[in-house]
């Protein structure tokens, strides 16, 4: 009995990652990426105004992130996170953990919260 | 029912502890239930750790070695299945946000370390669940093999601490190397285990030995139908396995002694007919508590095969205070260990009776060996012998009207 239900288990939690691959290879699961307003610049003083845990902004390589939504998903602890919003983050989001930088997975779900590109000082 | 109360307990809290400090607060069903699932499957692995750890001690507080290497496979198999909707509730999670990122969320190549190590955790997890049950693999490989999900344990607390563990959490982790530690330092690697050495060698029938063992340290406090855990080491000319296996005390001596009727049933114990004296030898226990708080009035006892050994070591102990009657059932002839002991004490008449048949291979008729009596069904009944006799027997009795509360019988099925 035990044996089949492992069996049981494991081939339908195969079937669900095999669903998930085929669904990336279809057409319609490209990850939308909101439109950047054209000529929407925010300045970093800007973004240091949204320096909280409910209002978080972060400047990442160039661009600006509306993160308030995300962070209770982040799955490190809040205090990793937290200090940088508000701020200039792109050596903290290079360098996570020991110089390692995010993966390909963050990058793709990082651009799903931009809001506009950050204006040059 | 109080026999399992510690162990329900125990896993309670185990279980209860870091579901009820991760529990998420204001965060989606799908990504609710991949932190639920993560930290469910981490408490049952707990529990199931825990049902690992081979103590006299322990075994007695939580209903027995045999109670808890069941409880140890069923807590292993469930926290699987739950630890299985962990990656999958976090795909649902970031399907229901994109669509496209669910895959990005379970493919390997787009993960970092966290990811994969939760993923080297779950084939790991997975390797070792499949060759566990696994019923035909030889028990040396079983055994390798099972440290698969030692490994599994261990990626999986190292998935943890790259995630990033506030303290309140930090514990489950630590108690999970802690108790892979004491199972391989104490049960593994014989710190807990007691040296003896063998004194004597005799074969009561085909593919059985009896060992007789000498304390060197000090002797154990046992009682006849409690088994111990024994592994042999090198004698003269003897190589042993050095695996532990469980078997049955057969007798008790003044002095300490100990000994095993061991039957060939395996590589290890195939090997261990060629026992001979001045082997030595780790013996952890005793565990069990069959024949102990035998109710007085009329029993029966069933024994197959090399189940007998457990009934002789009581009668071995000295004659019973009330009526017995044994049952003893063997393949042939020649596997028809101590049966000439066991007709001098049927012979000596003192409450004891024995009908000895020979079976072969499949179970007898029940009916004819032990008739429907008025009495059978206030006997308390004692089985032990290989699971499909047991389970021949268990039902026989039950339909004869004794109630199960009153049926005690031991399996020995450590896998």
Known sequence: MSRKLFLVATALFWMAVGVAWLDSRSGSATPVVPPVEVGKRFTLAEVARHATEDDCWMAINGKVYDLSAYLPEHPSRPDIILPWCGREASEA???????????????????????????AE | MLRIMPLALLTTLLVGIPVYWAFPEGLGIWR???????????GLLLANLLCMIREPW???WLGGLERMYGWHHWFGLAAYIVI????????????????????????????????????????????????????????????RLHWLLAAAIILAVAHLFVLGLDFPLLWSPLLAIGFILWRVVRADYGLAATPFVVSEVRSPARDIVEVQLAPLSRALDARPGQFVLAAFHDGPNFRGCHEF????????????????????LGDCTQHLQSLEPGVTASIQGPFGDFLSGQAAGRSLWIAGGIGITPFLARLRAGPPTSPVHLVYLYRGEQDAAYLHELRSFAQSGQHFSLTA?????????????????????GTNCYLCGPPGLVAAAVHYLLAQGVPGGQIHFERFDFR
């Not at chain 1, 989001?93 to 204006?119: F, I, N």
């Not at chain 2, 669509?99 to 379970?106: I, Q, Y």
């Not at chain 2, 078997?247 to 039957?263: Q, Y």
């Open chain 2, 32 to 42: 609710s239930a991949a932190i639920v699932s993560g930290w469910l499957g981490s």
């Open chain 2, 58 to 60: 322990l075994a007695q």
């Open chain 2, 357 to 377: 048949r020979e079976s072969g291979s499949k179970a007898p008729a029940f009916s004819d060996l032990i008739p429907a009596t008025p009495e059978l069904p």
């Open chain 2, 84 to 143: 299985l909707c962990h990656p999958l509730a976090l795909a649902l999670d970031a399907w229901a946000e994109q669509p496209a990122l669910a895959w990005a969320v379970l493919a390997p190549w787009q993960q970092s370390w966290p990811g994969w190590l939760g993923w080297l955790a779950l084939l790991c997890l997975m390797a070792g669940m499949s060759s566990a049950l696994a019923s035909r693999t030889p028990y040396s490989t079983w055994r």
């Open chain 2, 245 to 264: 296996h469980p078997f049955t005390i057969s007798a008790l001596g003044a002095l300490g002694e100990l000994s095993l009727g061991i039957k060939a």
């Open chain 1, 93 to 119: 989001y290079r360098t996570k953990m020991k110089g390692r930088p995010h993966s390909g997975m963050a990058d793709q779900l990082l651009e799903t919260y931009v809001m506009g590109s950050l204006l």
